[in-house]
């Protein structure tokens, strides 16, 4: 059983920047792919970002939906069991509900995934 907990939303005015964190409790984290996605109002949940982890210290792959593609850095510290998600200059499309989500086989749907946070709002405004 994976929990999952994300911090660091919050309102931004456009152009700005927000990190986003996710606390997970799990053994074996690094065997984890995690992932972020967002829900606006009225839409499907969308992917956002996702990291895997290929073994050694510095070794991972990383994936960009292309809205965020330039903007968004997903990164993620296996020794505090803890993902994160750097976003700047953020566009009021940008706002949504943040989920981190959790998954041994990864994907990019949110089908692709066993475990999900609770979710942070992100608002920016225009």
């Known amino acids: 059983q994976v929990q999952l907990v994300e911090s660091g939303g919050g309102l931004v005015q456009a152009g700005g920047s927000l990190r986003l964190s996710c606390a997970a409790s799990a053994r074996k984290f690094n065997s984890y792919i995690m992932a972020w996605f967002r829900q606006a109002p009225g839409k499907e949940r969308e992917f956002v970002a996702r990291?895997?982890?290929?073994?050694?210290?510095?070794?991972?792959?990383?994936y960009y939906a292309d809205s965020v593609k330039g903007r968004f850095t997903i990164s993620r510290d296996n020794a505090k069991n803890t993902v994160y998600l750097q976003m700047n200059s953020l566009k009021p499309e940008d706002t949504a509900v943040y989920y981190c989500a959790a998954s041994r086989l990864g994907g990019f749907g949110y089908n692709d995934y066993d475990y999900w946070g609770q979710g942070t709002q992100v608002t920016v405004s225009s």
């Open positions: 990291i895997d982890w290929n073994g050694g210290s510095t070794y991972y792959t990383d």
